[in-house]
């Protein structure tokens, strides 16, 4: 960090959802697991398509490792789909 960000206080950027992990097809949907960093762990998050609609599904749950928040950012988004099907896009 230079010593003109540290006297006027900029920050390092947020860690932001980016795809850790390909995507899984699921009743016609698509999944994509994309767990957010936060402090220790990571926040449950996927995004989930069909016919060019989307939905970012992001919980309040969060895991210590990054694979088991990859499965069950997946696992919440089939029950999402499940339980909602196509409402989920509107």
Do not use: C
Not at 14 to 41: L, Q, R, V, W
Not at 48 to 70: C, M, P
């Amino acid at each position: 960090m230079s010593l003109l960000s540290k006297l006027f206080g900029a920050r390092p950027k947020p860690a932001t959802a980016e795809p850790s992990h390909k995507a899984e097809e699921y009743n016609g949907f698509a999944i994509t697991p994309m767990p957010i960093k936060d402090g220790p762990g990571w926040r449950l998050s996927a995004l989930i398509q069909k016919d060019g609609r989307s939905h970012t599904l992001v919980r309040a749950d969060i895991i210590n490792n990054l694979d088991e928040a990859a499965a069950a950012s997946v696992a919440k988004a089939k029950r999402m789909i499940d339980e909602q099907g196509d409402r989920l896009f509107g």
